[in-house]
């Protein structure tokens, strides 16, 4: 009995202690670096261009936005347009298998690797050359599977009713789908795009290889730029500016808390559109 | 009884759901603008019957059938665009199934699938289908307002509204009532009974009361085969069959 | 009803219900069509990925020689000697290194989460969680060099870029995403089972050892496996610490290179059979995921047979 209750307590401690370190692990990462980077963090440092004396770092504020733009706008048709095929219209078969086992194998692929393929394909061989299209088309592929996935979930979670509803109407398939499927699927295709940019927006290895590392502003899809992470990379690697590293950091932690956030909201509405 | 017209018939109609034998050898006619209720314990077969009556069997996989369904002495299954026969028969749910928008764009919704744009008629089909199914005065100030803010009653009404829309011949109605409160269910009786006029109803139903206030005909299923049809007051007063007067005396079911 | 008497336009109206209903249907099967184009996309993506990396990759073991890529010790590109064993080793001991330390963690505090945290604590730590899990990989890798480097080196001397730092970064990034999917699978465990256990006389910690964690252990093992996948494909956050010598580690305090920071760091300027050598790397990396891939497809294929 009373080596039970000493078993006991020793497992307990540990299912703690392992709790206190992954909450510490956080907090620590998170306030270290915010606390390092709020004080270099002001609207001249955000607002200015990187050149000259200047070290701002709005040129890549532009870049990502630009390149998480681009991506979505690729990504997004394609991945509802395919979750719809999958929900819809696919019968259970090799062809629904074929597709799962695509984007399933699509979303374990690490990043570098489609840095290579994006090197390889957009970059030399269709001659896109280091550009934000290029990343953008390489990223677009990336986060395809999160917005098929996302998509998907959103879909199921659509009332069979519903659908009854209007076919019994006399509404073909196609016109049930955009007339009433996809508009009750909206917060969920909402969470798709945002899990997207947070992918885009954290993404490193697979942007460098392909939308380049210039400082510019980018005038063009067809100009290389360097974005967030990236340039936080290059800070870090190189070894030029920890501040305005830690700078960086701060501006891709506090981004990343607000697209968590805005999922959470638009999850929480989708929720509670289908409970009475 | 010779010069009714026949809205519905069905000749040796079968059903099955993989193995399972769920409707047997249906031979029915449905007269026009009546309402004819198909009572019959659960899982009698008389929502599959209904279903197959407007096709919705075909969202089921695994769902054979044989035999024919006449609507307008044409085949339902061979002579129609199912779009087209849906449009012309129209159905209720169980549960009120109202779409997630505008209690506005849920009635016309269908108008507008069918190809109606204008403004102006969109208004008039709806503001006519809601006074047709009795929610005008309730809901005239907040059209704009979803719809599943409504009450369940309410919601109903505003299906039935939905499907007037499409102004359909004939309505199928599965159990309309089963998930209201009974002055809910009131409201929606009364409403079939100022829908007679106009169009032919099949009301499948659980409430033997309800099939007796109700109906002109009614047809009494069970394990998956109509043991009786013919006018309602026969059927419940002078049942021919022994298994019709048990049930409707609550012997059984 | 009354039927249209006049049988020639009765046809003709019916002609033209017949014309509109065709166009209706074509445009349906142009619908579908789209959307199935759309579906073959992502399965076409990773035909054209696939297809590239090895086309381009491949070539090189026989040029160089299957034996001398993967167990050759030596990466000297400008003296065409490529043997990424070194990459392989380390990639493999970084892997496991912050799966042992990810997992263990990572489910203790599932457990906690889904079995013994109040529930107001719950509410705060796994927002957290969520957000340990978006937080770019280089801002880790960012931390790592800046806090764990210099913490390594005071300790343990070597000057701090080390496997240990990347086992380091590396569990720690993995650790929200097997926490969360080890939270899910706990918490799917039916109620049954555990008043079975506590019924019998059991103590909490009993059930959650001896049922919980082994109902759910398809949904942990996928968790796992899922981190095993993210630690292994990882590279700016191993760069940043590693020191990314090619060399075969000897301790933890050594410098190593993985293969995702072999083709990072060097992508940029290869030329020719180097650079095919890098796709080489990608190739093993691929193979890697396959690998992992099947697992753990195995393992939900048999988690859907279970339920």
């Given at each position: 009995m009373k080596q039970r209750r000493i078993k006991e307590i020793i497992q307990k401690s540990f299912i703690w202690l392992c709790t206190f370190i992954t909450v510490a692990a956080l907090a620590w990462i998170v306030i270290y670096i915010i606390a390092n980077g709020f004080e270099h963090l002001n609207l001249d440092f955000i607002f200015s261009e990187y050149k000259g004396g200047k070290n701002g770092i709005l040129p890549m504020i532009l870049s990502t936005v630009y390149v998480a733009f681009l991506s979505v706008i690729i990504a997004t048709p394609i991945g509802i347009g395919a979750a719809l095929y999958l929900v819809e219209y696919a019968k259970p078969g090799k062809l629904l298998y074929l597709v799962r086992f695509a984007t399933e194998t699509l979303a374990g692929i690490p990043s570098i690797i489609y840095g290579l393929f994006g090197f390889i394909f957009f970059v030399t061989i269709l001659k896109f050359s280091f550009s934000l299209l290029s990343g953008a088309l390489t990223l677009s592929i990336m986060v395809l599977p999160t917005v098929i996935r996302t998509t998907e979930e959103a879909l199921k979670c659509v009332p069979v009713s519903y659908r009854e509803g209007s076919l019994a109407l006399g509404a073909t398939k196609f016109q049930t789908i955009r007339g009433v499927v996809l508009p009750s699927a909206i917060p969920g295709i909402l969470t798709a795009v945002i899990l997207s940019i947070g992918r885009i927006v954290g993404e490193t290895a697979a942007v460098?290889?392909?939308?380049?590392?210039?400082?510019?502003?980018?005038?063009?899809?067809?100009?290389?730029?360097?974005?967030?992470?990236?340039?936080?990379?290059?800070?870090?690697?190189?070894?030029?500016?920890?501040?305005?590293?830690?700078?960086?950091?701060?501006?891709?932690?506090?981004?990343?808390?607000?697209?968590?956030?805005?999922?959470?909201?638009?999850?929480?509405?989708?929720?509670?559109?289908?409970?009475? | 009884m010779n010069n009714t017209h026949i809205k519905i018939a069905t000749k040796d109609l079968n059903l099955f759901y993989g193995d399972n034998h769920a409707v047997k050898n249906i031979n029915i006619r449905i007269e026009e603008k009546n309402v004819t209720a198909l009572i019959g314990p659960s899982g009698c077969g008389k929502s599959t019957f209904l279903k197959t009556l407007n096709r919705m069997n075909d969202l089921i996989p695994y769902v054979r059938i044989t035999g024919d369904v006449y609507f307008e002495d044409l085949d339902v299954y061979k002579d129609y665009d199912i779009?087209?026969?849906?449009?012309?028969?129209?159905?209720?749910?169980?549960?009120?199934?109202?779409?997630?928008?505008?209690?506005?764009?849920?009635?016309?919704?269908?108008?507008?699938?069918?190809?109606?744009?204008?403004?102006?008629?969109?208004?008039?089909?709806?503001?006519?289908?809601?006074?047709?199914?009795?929610?005008?005065?309730?809901?005239?100030?907040?059209?704009?307002?979803?719809?599943?803010?409504?009450?369940?009653?309410?919601?109903?009404?505003?299906?039935?509204?939905?499907?007037?829309?499409?102004?359909?011949?004939?309505?199928?109605?599965?159990?309309?009532?089963?998930?209201?409160?009974?002055?809910?269910?009131?409201?929606?009786?009364?409403?079939?009974?100022?829908?007679?006029?106009?169009?032919?109803?099949?009301?499948?139903?659980?409430?033997?009361?309800?099939?007796?206030?109700?109906?002109?005909?009614?047809?009494?299923?069970?394990?998956?085969?109509?043991?009786?049809?013919?006018?309602?007051?026969?059927?419940?007063?002078?049942?021919?069959?022994?298994?019709?007067?048990?049930?409707?005396t609550g012997r059984f079911g | 009803m009354n039927r249209v008497c006049n049988p020639i336009s009765a046809d003709l109206e019916y002609g033209t219900q017949q014309k509109r209903f065709r166009l209706r249907n074509l445009k349906e099967h142009i619908a579908e069509g789209l959307l199935l184009l759309c579906a073959f996309l992502a399965v076409l993506s990773l035909l054209i990925i696939a297809t590239y990396i090895f086309y381009s990759g491949v070539p090189i073991f026989g040029k160089v020689g299957f034996k001398e890529i993967v167990f050759g010790m030596t990466w000297k590109p400008l003296e065409d000697m490529f043997g990424i064993f070194p990459m392989i080793a380390a990639s493999l001991l970084a892997t496991i290194g912050a799966v042992a330390f990810g997992a263990t963690v990572g489910l203790m505090t599932a457990v906690f989460l889904a079995e013994l945290a109040p529930l107001w604590l719950s509410k705060v730590i796994r927002p957290a969680i969520e957000l340990l899990a978006g937080i770019p990989s280089v801002v880790y890798g960012f931390f790592g060099l800046i806090v764990i480097v210099p913490l390594i080196d005071k300790y343990f001397g070597g000057g701090g870029n080390s496997l240990l730092a990347a086992i380091i970064i590396l569990g720690v990034m993995i650790l929200p995403t097997i926490v969360s999917i080890s939270e899910t699978s706990l918490r799917s465990v039916p109620i049954e089972y555990k008043e079975g256990s506590l019924a019998l006389g059991a103590s909490q910690l009993q059930t959650i050892f001896k049922v919980s964690i082994p109902a759910a252990r398809s949904g942990i093992a996928a968790g796992i496996i899922l981190g095993m996948g993210r630690a292994i494909g990882e590279t700016m956050a191993v760069i940043l610490v590693i020191g990314n010598t090619p060399q075969l580690p000897g301790s933890l305090l050594d410098r190593a290179r993985t293969l995702t920071s072999n083709i990072a760091i060097e992508m940029s300027y290869a030329q020719g059979l180097h650079q095919e050598a890098l796709f080489a790397t990608g190739v093993v990396l691929f193979v890697f995921i396959m690998i992992l891939n099947i697992v753990l497809t195995t393992i939900f294929r048999k988690a859907g047979e279970e339920k």
């Open positions: 460098y290889l392909t939308a380049g590392m210039v400082t510019r502003f980018p005038d063009s899809i067809m100009d290389s730029g360097r974005t967030l992470s990236v340039h936080l990379y290059v800070l870090a690697k190189e070894g030029i500016s920890f501040e305005e590293a830690f700078a960086t950091a701060t501006i891709l932690i506090i981004t990343v808390a607000l697209i968590n956030l805005a999922t959470n909201k638009a999850a929480g509405r989708l929720k509670r559109r289908y409970e009475p | 779009v087209e026969l849906r449009k012309r028969i129209g159905m209720v749910f169980q549960k009120p199934n109202p779409f997630p928008m505008s209690i506005y764009d849920n009635v016309a919704y269908g108008p507008r699938i069918h190809g109606i744009k204008a403004k102006e008629t969109l208004d008039e089909i709806v503001k006519n289908s809601l006074e047709k199914a009795a929610l005008w005065e309730e809901v005239k100030d907040r059209l704009k307002q979803n719809a599943l803010g409504l009450s369940g009653g309410q919601q109903q009404r505003l299906c039935i509204a939905r499907v007037l829309a499409v102004e359909p011949e004939v309505i199928l109605m599965d159990e309309p009532t089963s998930a209201l409160d009974p002055l809910a269910t009131l409201k929606i009786e009364d409403l079939v009974h100022e829908l007679r006029n106009n169009y032919t109803i099949i009301i499948v139903t659980h409430n033997m009361q309800q099939a007796a206030r109700i109906s002109d005909q009614t047809a009494f299923f069970l394990h998956g085969e109509i043991v009786e049809y013919g006018a309602t007051e026969k059927i419940f007063r002078v049942p021919e069959d022994k298994r019709t007067e048990d049930y409707i | -």
